[in-house]
């Protein structure tokens, strides 16, 4: 009876007022005062009267209401979502929608995203597993952007925003959004800074769900909706952009590398390859940010890569070490233009190891040239070379690919670099680390006492002529302590019975450094002796083989 | 009882894009007293984080670590242990224990806690004891092929050391305990 009769006749009488208060506060009755069954069944009727009501009512806000009450109505009662199919509410809606927004020509841009966005997230609620309905209510929303070039108003960004963001809240999974063919149009008509923003929004949106995306495809779509943080677009200037955010929004990119990922190794080298592409376009200010993370996911590849002998394919392969570490040389070798030497050193240094991994020794020895020419023309301050010789040092110890010759050229270089070190204290700890570039526990072939030896007493000449120059710092800059640290990495080679570290010469460092006058001065080198000596006791009382080896030691 | 968080080499955002969620939740404002982190963060993110969980943090400089104001090493005293801490990539060859008890003895500590590797040890000592945390995200390493995301809580009380290294192996945490005495009269640290 509603359908029949009440309802016509009352839009009749609504439409004929011709008063635009009158009707926008009827037509709010009608949909506020009868039960949601009735509105589902009478849709037809409902939205056919509202093309013709006046142009000033707010049409908008009465559909917006209209589908919110439609939307909680199904949210809320599950079994009446048949009924929604049955009558077609979304067709229905979306044409009246379309009349709507024709019957009005200069309708303001913001009310007809206001529309769609309440039309999309009517579907998101009502129909979520009908993805081809959401796209058709971007399309459409498409079609009305495309009539009005860049949008100025903040308002109407907003809704847009608000448009795209609904899908992601509903699914929680990014590549649900990314089935929506229209999804990338909407997002082009925005302005570069909102366009950054929806970035945001969406990169948010995979971190906070850990949503894992797989494929090259997905990630080139993904990167292109993303585009407004990856590059500068069409900005002729660059972006003015705040310096934090501009950090924040680029560490939030870095973050996102590591959820793209895929167990298949040629895919994954697809989706790196793809990332390449897109971070080279990211000019100097990104890069620093973009490629550790990429070089990262890069070497973690390289780890699953199939040993050469159980590969069918064998060098054939598409996906090689060798490759792969080519491809890593051309995003590193982009850094030190950045300007980013020390990032480059290092990640070079990363590289030779995982080159040591594979036992590609001509790649291992190719990053570690990379690596000491960067150290040579770009890390001048004393501190950095400090930190950059241990990790020359370090690495060196670890690696085991290279052959005689080239592991000497690299030892010489780097026993080079630690005595042209600024400081007297830093030389002389360099040099006596390097000590342990030839002596590899595990590597028979990498043993040589001499050169051990060699290194230990350069060590104590630089100790000796600190002293000389009057130089006595106190403390752990002092020269007695360079003396009592200095026994202490004699003592670590003697205890693995090394012959060219004689008792001799142990007991006669030991006597000398107690002869030191400046001790009883200097508290620090006092307790590093005596904690020295009692290491020593510690180990003798251990008896067996290590036992005697310190009871030889006359203190 | 004094709860310290021994925790580092996150490497957010280069290696890890963050703490896996079980820590997170486990990591409650409020709970612990100190946090001592080995580094390699990297970002400021991250230490404005750790000092929501808790206000006493002290940080070594890792190799990574964006901010460069961060200190090679640093000691502390809690209960009646001495703690020392240092990223580790200053000490060569890296992992050596025998080379780590050396920068013990330098520092003075009866607790040393370094990084670098990214694997958890506890090793003990005549000399006392060396933690390495591993790395809280479980992050990248070219030292250890297979990095399980771990971290350290340690209860201190007067003269006892309860250690419980947290790691989080397969989508489960597994906690594992280990304790240690410092006896009154002992000169390990003069």
């Known amino acids: 009876m509603y359908r029949d009769t009440v309802l016509p006749r009352v839009l009749e009488q609504i439409v004929n007022c011709r008063d635009e208060i009158a009707q926008y506060y009827l037509i709010d009755c009608i949909i506020q005062v009868f039960p949601d069954e009735y509105h589902l069944q009478t849709l037809d ?43 077609e509410a979304f067709s229905k809606l979306n044409n009246a929608i379309g009349k709507v927004i024709e019957a009005q020509e200069d309708m303001p841009i913001l009310s007809a995203v206001t529309l769609y966005s309440s039309l999309l997230k009517f579907t998101l609620h009502v129909h979520p597993d009908r993805l081809d309905y959401a796209d058709q209510v971007l399309g459409s929303c498409v079609k009305q952007l495309s009539g009005k070039g860049k949008i100025n108003d903040t308002r109407a960004t907003r809704e847009i925003v608000s448009l795209l963001s609904a899908p992601l809240e509903k699914y929680n999974d990014v590549v649900i959004a990314l089935k929506l063919t229209n999804y990338p149009l909407v997002v082009e008509y925005l302005d570069n800074e909102t366009k950054r923003i929806m970035a945001t929004v969406i990169i948010r949106s995979i971190m906070k769900n850990n949503t894992l995306i797989t494929t090259a495809e997905k990630v080139e779509a993904l990167l292109e909706l993303i585009k407004g943080l990856i590059n500068d677009l069409d900005e002729p200037q660059g972006l003015e952009v705040d310096e934090d955010d501009f ?97 480059a050193f290092r990640l070079y240094l990363q590289c030779a190891e995982a080159a ?31 930190t950059a010789l241990q990790l020359i040092i370090g690495t060196l110890q670890r690696m085991h690919v290279f052959g005689v010759e080239n592991r000497d050229t690299l030892t010489h270089k780097a026993t080079g670099y630690s005595a042209k070190l600024l400081k007297k204290p830093d030389q002389c700890r360099a040099v006596y680390a390097c000590s342990h570039l030839f002596w590899l526990e595990d590597h028979e072939t990498i043993q040589d006492g001499d050169r051990v030896l060699l290194c230990l007493k350069r060590a104590l000449k630089i100790a000796n002529s600190a002293q000389q ?33 004689t008792v001799e010469s142990v007991e006669s460092l030991i006597q000398l450094i107690k002869n030191e006058e400046s001790m009883p001065s200097d508290p620090y080198a006092e307790s590093l002796f005596a904690s020295t000596l009692q290491f020593m006791e510690f180990q003798k009382q251990k008896g067996g083989a290590i036992g005697d080896r310190y009871e030889e030691i006359k203190v | 009882m004094v709860l310290v968080l021994a925790l580092g080499d996150l490497h957010v955002p280069h290696r890890a894009a963050d703490l896996p969620p079980k820590f997170k939740s486990m990591l409650v404002p409020g709970k612990i007293q100190h946090i001592i982190c080995t580094g390699n963060l990297c970002i400021k993110e991250i230490h404005d984080y750790l000092k929501t969980i808790c206000p006493d943090l002290h940080i070594v400089r890792g190799e990574f670590d964006e901010d460069a104001r961060y200190p090679e090493n640093k000691t502390l005293t809690i209960g009646q242990f001495k703690l020392g801490l240092c990223h580790g990539h200053q000490v060569i060859p890296w992992g050596d ?42 992050a990248y390493s070219s030292i250890n092929q297979d990095v399980n995301p771990s971290f350290v809580l340690m209860d201190i009380d007067g003269f006892r050391a309860v250690v419980y290294v947290y790691e989080l192996i397969d989508g489960e945490v597994k906690v594992d305990k280990i304790e240690f005495k410092k006896p009154p009269t002992s000169n390990s640290a003069p």
Do not use: W
């Open chain 1, 469 to 501: 120059m009057g130089s006595n710092g106190q403390g752990s800059a002092g020269s007695v302590t360079l003396f009592i640290e200095i026994l202490n990495k004699y003592l670590y080679f003697y205890e693995k019975g090394i012959p060219q570290i």
């Open chain 1, 45 to 87: 009727v409902l939205l056919g009267a509202c093309p013709q009501l006046q142009p000033s009512v707010d049409i908008m806000t009465v559909l917006s209401r209209l589908m919110e009450r439609l939307s909680n109505y199904a949210a809320l009662n599950a079994e009446v979502l048949p009924y929604f199919l049955q009558v």
């Open chain 2, 97 to 138: 224990l025998d080379s780590l008890a050396m920068l013990q003895r330098q520092l003075g500590v009866d607790i040393l806690v370094t990084g670098h590797t990214h694997q958890f040890t506890a090793y003990k000592h005549e000399g006392g004891v060396v933690i390495n945390p591993g790395s809280a995200t479980g």
């Open chain 1, 356 to 386: 040591n991994k594979c036992d590609e020794e001509p790649i291992a020895y190719e990053f570690f040239t990379q690596a000491y020419i960067l150290y040579e023309e770009e890390i001048s301050d004393s501190k950095a070379q400090v």
């Open chain 1, 247 to 343: 950090e924040e929004e680029q560490n939030s990119v870095a973050r996102l590398v590591h959820m793209l990922y895929n167990d298949d190794t040629e895919e994954m080298f697809k989706i790196i390859s793809i990332l390449k592409k897109h971070f080279l376009t990211g000019g100097p200010k990104r890069l620093k940010f973009t490629i550790p993370p990429l070089v990262v996911s890069t070497l973690k590849l390289i780890r699953r890569l199939p040993v050469e002998g159980d590969n069918p394919f064998g060098k054939e392969a598409s996906v090689t070490a060798t490759k792969i570490f080519q491809f890593l040389n051309q995003i590193i070798e982009a850094l030190p233009n950045v300007p980013s030497p020390d990032l």
